[in-house]
């Protein structure tokens, strides 16, 4: 006689129960899918760049272990790293020196930004988030118990937002704003003016402001503008950065925020419970990339060179549609275009028939609150960038585009 055990269904908690996958991880999975299908799929679905990590970082980080770097750290990072951050980070700030404990070492840019959330956000609080954005912010500020504020961009100037925007979006409630420039999805950049002017709200209405500049040295002008170039006080102010995107290092997993003393020691506290440190030998890695200065810079000035051309000829194949509307990128890897047509619907229908019938992986724009819009990246090699944008073309014509 055997007895049946009846298993009860999971049901997650209201914790979690709101979350979704990942967009790009999705469009990125459903590519793999198709390729080992046999299907020759052109993948410009990642947000990572498509180059190797450099040499100089590697061995560094070879040294390190056989050093034995293979152990616990702070919590907060190893103090070289953070002195190395701090440093760079006076030499932008115009006020006092800011120094290693003003500076929290994360898994990446994107635990920096959760710490920064639920370390200074809750119930009953608005953060006001420019639109579109990176999916994730939208999902750190309810984990957080706080509300997601949409602020849509304006079209016309590279769905950018302006602190007129900003202030028409806010209520006695808002607490922060989240910044991200150069920007994903659209690769727009903020101008020195437009930062000021939302810096200047932000400070007359005591808002936190999160600067997420994890793109900023790829920028097709110069280096973009940081926060700590502009802002007038520091008290309330968060510059989330890391080494993913400038140094092709998005698999060592470091990032940081730099912040008041206060909130850093909070933000370490939090990350004292969850993850602890980051990897010891990826923090070695990292301080090798920020230290090694002229290696460093060789590499990225060959980086951004090259994504700098995939920008300039991908936005003359789209000339062959002249009512494809897009974000002229300025910086960043990411083309956005809007790609919605009565015959062809929106961006996620454009998006499941490029993968599908075409054999090209984007990301649709819902991923980024703006429905009608896909995002191309453009962090692969020329030649596929190249042909993806002129499928992508073509069967917008094809929809009466």
């Known amino acids: 006689m055997t007895e049946t055990t009846t298993l009860r269904a999971f049901a997650p908690s209201a914790n979690v129960s709101f979350l979704k996958e990942s967009a ?6 459903r590519a793999r ?17 498509d180059f190797d990590t450099p040499e100089f970082i590697k061995r560094a980080a070879e040294r390190a272990i056989d050093a034995g770097a293979t152990k616990y750290t702070a919590t907060e990072g190893i103090m070289p790293l953070r002195e190395v951050i701090a440093a760079r980070a006076s030499a932008r700030w115009h006020g006092d020196r800011i120094t290693a404990s003003e500076v929290v070492v994360s898994n990446g840019s994107k635990q920096s930004l959760f710490n920064a959330c639920f370390t200074l956000f809750g119930e009953g609080d608005e953060v006001l988030i420019p639109t579109p954005s990176w999916t994730s912010y939208y999902e750190m500020v309810a984990l957080s118990k706080a509300k997601p504020v949409s602020v849509i961009g304006d079209p016309q100037n590279g769905l950018k937002v302006t602190a007129a925007f900003l202030d028409a979006a806010s209520t006695p409630r808002t607490a922060g704003v989240m910044l991200n420039s150069p920007c994903n999805p659209t690769g727009a950049v903020y101008s020195e003016s437009e930062l000021r002017e939302i810096l200047e709200l932000a400070d007359e209405r005591d808002w936190w402001v999160l600067s997420d500049e994890i793109y900023r040295r790829i920028s097709y002008g110069g280096t973009a503008a ?8 520091r008290d309330r102010l968060i510059v989330i950065d890391g080494v993913a995107k400038a140094y092709a290092m998005t698999g060592w997993r470091i990032g940081w925020t730099i912040a008041p003393r206060a909130v850093s020691a909070a933000m370490g506290a939090l990350q004292s419970h969850t993850t602890s440190n980051a990897a010891a030998p990826s923090q070695h890695a990292a301080l090798e990339a920020l230290t090694n200065v002229g290696e460093a810079e060789k590499a990225i000035s060959v980086m951004v060179a090259e994504f700098h051309a995939r920008r300039d000829a991908i936005v003359n194949e789209m000339a062959a549609a002249p009512r494809l509307e897009f974000v002229y990128p300025e910086g960043a890897f990411y083309l956005y275009a809007n790609v919605a047509t009565p015959k062809g619907g929106d961006g996620t229908a ?3 028939a490029l993968l599908e019938q075409h054999e090209v992986a984007i990301v649709p724009g819902a991923a980024f609150f703006t429905p009608d819009w896909v995002r191309l990246s453009y962090a692969a090699p ?19 585009g």
């Not at 790009?24 to 999975?29: F, P």
């Not at 299908?37 to 990642?46: E, F, N, P, S």
């Not at 020329?382 to 009466?400: D, H, M």
């Open 24 to 29: 790009t991880i999705a469009v990125s999975a």
């Open 33 to 49: 899918a198709l390729k080992a299908q046999g299907r020759k799929v052109i993948d410009l679905g990642a947000g990572e760049p």
């Open 350 to 352: 454009f998006a499941a």
């Open 382 to 400: 020329r030649e596929q960038v190249i042909t993806g944008v002129q499928r992508l073309v073509q069967l917008y014509q094809s929809f009466g």
């Open 226 to 233: 940081s926060v700590l170039d502009l802002s007038s006080r």
